[in-house]
């Protein structure tokens, strides 16, 4: 075999070789984009912590995705309450709880929780918005705690599911609405409000995404995982198997659309959210009443359940201008 053929054959190997490689790791991106935005039903999938894992789950989950159940609703408020039932664009039972204010109403706010989370997650701060006057709306995005559906898009379709229980509230004949939001619920709300030009009073959030990339990235890197090319990829692959525009998708600059009074909260040790993402939203926040609180303490989390006294003061005197 001459030296001419031998390095035409290794070169066409190593060029299968890559080939193989490449097929490989998008075939794998695909499977984490779509386990990272399916929530599995309670019968069809268990929590279960690393260490309760045998090395073959381990390494299933590894390679594709981790297979995410609903989070249980097993905490309810401890004041009166209804539970409400209302309809999104997809036909999906959208669940939530309803409190009227215990006197003369200040207004409604209507929370959203993040990623994974549910409803319950977030009662710690409605009780607090109840004790300060305020009538409360706490709802499961789709796919999400009691409410209907599998597919999450982190946002980008939940902005529907958003305006469904804010028309809810305006039609009972509210027109002071406050919107508050974490993480995934934040990020929806500053896309929800230019999308459909609602008019909220006032804006709480915390610890939104700048763009979905950002949030991808965020979460690769609470992993210990490389960036890139695994965030591009499956932005990608997400961005096909649930029919979103992945790199469109910017709360950063949905942001300049807002007029109204904001408060912007974000943890110091958030290890999925940057700082220079969170000066990205202020900076381009158009009110004229906006204010940035970051929070010594905490990463991304309730920072009504870590700073209570902090969160509960800022809270009310944003409330109160």
Known sequence: MTIKRFKFRLLRWLGGFILVIFLIVNVLMAFHAYRFTYFYEAHEAQFRRPEQMTTGEKLSQALFGFRIPK????????????????KNERNQTLVGW???????????????HGHGSAKSRVLAE??????L???????????????????????YHETKDVKTVYDW????????????????????ILKAIPEFNLQPTKVIVECPFASLEDAVRGRLRS??????????????????ERNLKAWEYQPAEYARKLTMPVLLQWGRSDPRVSRDETDRIFRN????????????????????????????????????R
């Open 71 to 86: 989070r249980s609703v097993n905490e309810t408020p401890d004041w009166p309450y209804q539970t409400i039932r209302l």
């Open 98 to 112: 309803y409190a009227p204010a215990e006197e003369a109403s200040k207004g409604t706010v209507i929370l959203w």
């Open 126 to 131: 409605a009780t607090y918005f109840r004790q």
């Open 133 to 155: 006057g305020y009538a409360v709306a706490l709802f499961d995005f789709r796919a999400h705690g009691q409410s209907d559906g599998n597919v999450c898009t982190i946002g």
């Open 169 to 188: 509230v305006r039609a009972k004949g509210e027109r002071r609405i406050i919107l508050w939001g974490m993480s995934m619920g934040a990020a929806t």
């Open 223 to 240: 992993l210990h995982l490389p960036e890139q090319p695994l965030a591009n990829l499956l932005l990608f692959y997400g961005g096909l």
């Open 285 to 320: 926040l158009a009110s004229s009443q906006k204010q940035l609180v970051i929070y010594q303490e905490s990463g991304h989390q309730s920072f009504c359940r870590h700073e209570t006294d902090r969160w509960e003061r800022t809270v009310r005197n944003f409330l109160n």
